[in-house]
Every structure is written in C-alpha cells, then in structure tokens.
T-cell receptor, first 112, second 112 residues
Framework: GENVEQHPSTLSVQEGDSAVIKCTYS??????FPWYKQELGKGPQLIID?????GEKKDQRIAVTLNKTAKHFSLHITETQPEDSAVYFC???FGAGNQFYFGTGTSLTVIP | DTGVSQNPRHKITKRGQNVTFRCDPI?????LYWYRQTLGQGPEFLTY????????KSRLLSDRFSAERPKGSFSTLEIQRTEQGDSAMYLC??????????FGSGTRLTVV
C-alpha cells in the first residue's frame, strides 16, 4: 500500500516568515494530494489540494508544489500569522474520493 | 460548520464495555469514511461506504468493530468489548457531488 512520510514533525517560525513542510509518497498510482490543517480538538480541515496533472497550485498565502518524478510534494505558507499555528497533515490517494493515506503531521508554531 | 456532525464529542468508557458513535453527513455525501487518529499520528483509514454499501474495510477494523449506514445517510461505528488500545479520536468524513472530502470534528474515546 501507499506510504506517506512527512517532515519536519515540528516547526517554529517568526511571524511574517515562511514555512515549508515536505512529504514523500511511495505509490506512483497516487494522483491526488490534499493538505489538512487540524486545530486542537477539531477534525482536519482541507486547506489546499493538488492533482497529479498539475505541478503547482496557489491560494493566497498558501501554495503546494508536486514533483511526480521524485514522488514528493510540499506545502508553502508565506507571511505566516499566529493563527496559522496548528498541526498540518499531507495525504495521498488514488482519486479524490478514495481512501487517504496521511503523513504523521507537522506541528507548526508561529511566534508573534 | 463542516457539514459533517459527529456525536458524542467525547466518550469515556470502562474496558470491556460497548460504545457506539454516530456520524451525520450532508445529503450530498454519497460516500462516507471512518478514520481513527491516535495522539501524534495522522488519521488511519477504517472503512468506507458508498451510499448504504460498505465497500472497503481496513485490517485495523477487527471483529470487535462494526459500522453501518442503513439508509445511506447517517452512519454508526460500534466497538464491542473495548480495550485500552481503542482510545483514540474517531473521525468521520463525507464526500460526493460537488463537495470534497469533509471531516467532522470527531469523537474522542477514552477507555479506562
């Protein structure tokens, strides 16, 4: 089955700086890669996703890049704000409506 | 409001007792998923319904676990003879139509 690895496990940045979280996947059949933000006591919330026919996608301060050849994808958050502090999970699946394989999460702390 | 409701939010039970959780997606969610999340880990897939049909079950879903979606709307997840290792957050997600994969806020189970 698919195996998703995520790094780093913890990340602290100063407010206004950028944060980058990286994930690798093992199954070349995976073609959908969402990123979720999870705040304490809440379920994961989708923040951005990318499909395998696209190399980069951006939504305001958040961007995701995908390198299919190397089987890795990254989340980039620019101009970080304290409210960005949360745990971020990457995931991979074959199709947007199928079982997701999640990474182990990155705890992001934005220091005011 | 994510459109997916889960009840109860928290459940504390004694080892050996049975527990049941409920998930209510929106009507457009023809697909429904159950995941389990332990502390410091990403969600792990348990099972998946397409309408009322249970199409896939993970090896994590031992014979003490059973899930139903009798009318293709709400779903229940029952754990019989709970063990301390069952302590986790149980997440439900809905998908379908023009709606992507949406998680509920989860039910946190503590087995004492």
């Amino acid at each position: 089955g698919e195996n998703v690895e995520q790094h780093p496990s913890t990340l602290s940045v100063q407010e206004g700086d950028s944060a980058v979280i990286k994930c690798t996947y093992s199954d070349s059949a995976s073609n959908y890669f969402p990123w979720y933000k999870q705040e304490l006591g809440k379920g994961p919330q989708l923040i951005i996703d990318i499909r395998s026919n696209v190399g980069e996608k951006k939504d305001q301060r958040i961007a995701v890049t995908l390198n299919k050849t190397a089987k890795h994808f990254s989340l980039h958050i620019t101009e970080t704000q304290p409210e960005d502090s949360a745990v971020y999970f990457c995931a991979a699946s074959f199709g947007a409506g199928n079982q997701f394989y999640f990474g182990t999460g990155t705890s992001l702390t934005v220091i005011p | 409001d994510t459109g997916v409701s889960q009840n109860p939010r928290h459940k504390i039970t004694k080892r050996g007792q049975n527990v049941t959780f409920r998930c209510d997606p929106i009507s457009e969610h023809n697909r429904l998923y159950w995941y389990r999340q332990t502390l410091g880990q990403g969600p792990e897939f348990l099972t998946y319904f397409q309408n009322e049909a249970q199409l896939e079950k993970s090896r994590l879903l031992s014979d003490r676990f059973s899930a139903e979606r009798p009318k293709g709307s709400f779903s229940t997840l029952e754990i019989q003879r709970t063990e301390q290792g069952d302590s986790a957050m149980y997440l439900c997600a809905g998908a379908g139509g023009n709606y992507g994969y949406t998680f509920g806020s989860g039910t946190r189970l503590t087995v004492v």
